[in-house]
């Protein structure tokens, strides 16, 4: 059963950073993509970046480019999404999802989702 469990949201000022975690379990990283996705309230949700196999990444979100970037570690199935420079239009609650053999494919799990809140 693929499961993804993510974490390290909470509240942080404008210009803050925030390192969110996707520990992923009942798969391996070295089969899926793992693309963060974002739902604001009353937005849809929408996809901010992704991290193929082989560890290349792939912005869905103009708006994090420079910002935003993603990493992993194999050993402990987990990716990371880094997040500089935050702005108050990034509150959103924040989703791991497990896709497909690549960042286009389907959507096969999604973790519960954490919140992200900037603001001063």
């Known amino acids: 059963q693929l499961q993804l469990v993510e974490s390290g949201g909470g509240l942080v000022q404008p210009g803050g950073s925030l390192r969110l975690s996707c520990a992923a379990s009942?798969?391996?990283?070295?089969?899926?993509?793992i693309g963060w996705f974002r739902q604001a309230p009353g937005k849809e949700r929408e996809g901010v970046l992704c991290?193929?196999?082989?560890?290349?990444?792939?912005h869905y979100a103009d708006s994090v480019k420079g910002r935003f970037t993603m990493s992993m570690n194999n050993a402990k199935n987990t990716v990371y999404l880094q997040m500089n420079r935050l702005k108050p239009e990034d509150t959103a609650v924040y989703y791991c999802?497990?896709?497909?053999?690549?960042?286009?494919?389907?959507?096969?799990?999604w973790g519960q989702g954490t919140q992200v809140t900037v603001s001063s």
């Open positions: 999802a497990a896709l497909g053999s690549a960042c286009s494919g389907y959507v096969a799990s």
């Open positions: 009942g798969f391996s990283l070295d089969y899926y993509a």
């Open positions: 991290i193929n196999r082989s560890g290349s990444t792939t």
